[in-house]
């Protein structure tokens, strides 16, 4: 008896417990507000390395070809025209953000919580219209931290 129960006793210690969308959903609700106030002032502050721990490595800025270090580069591309994309980044920051719209994800439900900035980009036909001249978007990771996964001029 005692070798049919050592296994699975075994097998429920090390097991990781599943969690759920809304365990996951709750979590990304309340990492977000202070995630974008600490990203706010890092972007106001042209903080470069706070902002690399809050970006991805792949990070999208821009439509063509890029160096190895996606953060690097876009930092150079924002500093481009008189600093042009960290005023765009700040003004559309300003506006606020929402949960990402289903269309983004051609109809479907975000794989993970994600939201986009400014609200107005969450709507498609201000993007395939080109009333909105800068975006960004963000992404709730598996490791319990948002990050910016995307800002760019739209639509280059």
């Known amino acids: 008896m005692l070798a049919l129960l050592l296994p699975q006793a075994t097998y429920a210690q090390t097991r990781k417990p599943k969690t759920s969308v809304s365990q996951i959903n709750i979590a990304a609700d309340r990492a977000w507000w202070p995630f974008f106030a600490k990203f ?3 972007v106001n502050r042209r903080d470069r390395e706070a902002l690399k721990k809050m970006m991805i490595p792949s990070f999208h800025y821009s439509s063509g070809h890029h160096g190895a270090d996606f953060r690097d580069s876009a930092f150079r591309y924002w500093d481009g025209q008189n600093g042009r994309g960290w005023k765009a980044f700040r003004k559309i920051l300003s506006q606020g ?6 269309w983004w994800n051609n109809g479907n439900d975000p794989d993970r919580p994600s939201r986009v ?3 107005a980009a969450n709507r498609r036909v201000n993007i395939n219209r080109g009333h909105i001249d800068w975006y960004a978007i963000f992404e709730y990771r598996e490791d319990g931290h948002w990050y910016c996964v995307i800002f760019k001029e739209c639509c280059d």
Request: no cysteine; proline share 17%.
């Open 40 to 42: 706010r002032f890092a």
């Open 97 to 102: 953000t929402v949960p990402m719209a289903r």
């Open 117 to 119: 900035a400014p609200a």
